[in-house]
């Protein structure tokens, strides 16, 4: 049983897969169990690392073949979640203002 075991290799894009489909699920169920006082920190967060992944998009843009196509699909998506983080981040502080 030791040697079939051994020998069962897994195709690294399946185990991306797996992992990116596990990272979906997590965070799916973290996000949606946050209380609502702590939305906005979190998307204060979620910019944050938005930030960094847009500037490891640009230098994906950069490249050559397929590399600089999902590059410009990152930059893309990436830019959507900052601005409509910064959206969702200034209504929940309009919710807070004093109405006067």
């Known amino acids: 049983m030791l040697a079939i075991a051994a020998t069962l290799i897994v195709d690294p894009f399946v185990f991306r897969l797996a992992i990116f489909t596990l990272a979906c699920f997590v ?3 973290v996000v949606w169990s946050v209380t609502p006082a ?3 920190p979190l998307m204060a967060v979620t910019n944050a690392i938005s930030s960094v ?3 490891g998009a640009l230098i994906a843009v ?3 073949g397929v590399t600089r ?3 410009f ?3 893309t998506l990436a830019a959507v979640n900052i601005f409509g983080g910064f ?3 200034q209504r929940m502080l309009a919710m807070y203002k004093k109405k006067g």
């Open 38 to 40: 702590l939305h906005t």
């Open 73 to 75: 699909i990152a930059t």
């Open 27 to 29: 965070g799916y169920f």
């Open 53 to 55: 992944i847009i500037v």
């Open 69 to 71: 196509e999902f590059g």
């Open 87 to 89: 959206l969702v981040t």
């Open 62 to 64: 950069s490249a050559h």
